[in-house]
């Protein structure tokens, strides 16, 4: 008995240190979440007028600026961009847990895919390929057409073939929705699968604009994925393509 009695005593009070761990992380947490916002706030502003200064400077000295100062301004201005994007992926990031905020409902398939057609691809140059026995989903429309866009967006940004294809599959089951992205595109290298949906993990391959990404759609398109009780993976083969999956209970 003195036995059954110490050891319920040592689970309550592993249970209560867990329980103020869990509060503890919750509340650094929010801090962190807290400051970052506040932090890309604030930087959104003045980045905004580098950039808008250094174009200024270089068309108000066209001509007249030697080749190294050209050079150290485009590098101004390239830098302060690549900023903007991180400060812009940031607080798109943190402001994701507002998504959910909105009410589930049921979505025609036909209605996220021709949303995503037209916000991804508004000049029709993508072959999109709908697939899937699914016809409506019943999820938050904001949260799933956010990780949408984000996977069909990398999937065309990294796309060199010039003839790029995706193929997006809607299907279901009793217990869940399965949702396929699936590109010809670049591929990712294998060694680096585990690492894409990690905040601010890059893969070290420029779209094809010649832009190195910021790796925060990715890590978002997990997060999202999850606060809906759902998966995210990928498989991936180099130069030939990537599927994404989301599983998404019912």
């Not at 592993?14 to 103020?20: A, G, V």
């Not at 994007?85 to 847990?97: I, Q, S, T």
């Not at 910021?214 to 999202?224: M, R, T």
Request: net charge neutral.
């Amino acid at each position: 008995m003195a036995q059954q009695v110490t050891s319920l005593f040592e689970q309550r009070y592993q249970n209560f240190l867990l329980i103020k761990y869990q509060k503890e992380l919750k509340k650094r947490n929010e801090e962190l979440r807290k400051f970052a916002k506040t932090v890309s706030h604030d930087l959104k502003s003045p980045l905004s007028n580098i950039i808008s200064l250094t174009e200024f400077l270089n068309e108000e000295n066209e001509g007249k600026l030697s080749e190294e100062s050209q050079n150290y301004i485009e590098y101004l201005r390239s830098s302060s961009q690549s900023l903007k994007k991180y400060v812009d992926g940031l607080l798109k990031y943190y402001k994701n847990d507002e998504l959910l905020e909105n009410r589930f409902e049921l979505i025609p398939v036909n209605e996220i895919f021709n949303e995503l057609q037209q916000i991804a691809d508004s000049e029709r140059r993508v072959k999109f390929i709908l697939k899937g026995n699914s016809n409506a989903i019943f999820t938050n429309k904001s949260a799933l057409l956010q990780i949408m866009i984000n996977l069909v967006t990398n999937a065309i940004k990294y796309n060199h073939t010039g003839n790029p294809e995706l193929e997006i599959n809607f299907s279901e089951n009793e217990q869940q929705y399965n949702i396929y992205v699936k590109d010809n595109g670049d591929g990712i290298p294998k060694e680096l699968l585990n690492k894409v949906f990690d905040l601010f993990s890059i893969v070290g391959i420029a779209d094809k604009d010649g832009k190195m990404g910021s790796g925060i759609g990715l890590a978002s398109v997990k997060k999202i994925t999850e606060n809906l009780g759902g998966i995210v993976n990928v498989d991936s083969t180099l130069g030939v393509g990537s599927t994404f999956s989301i599983t998404l209970p019912k």
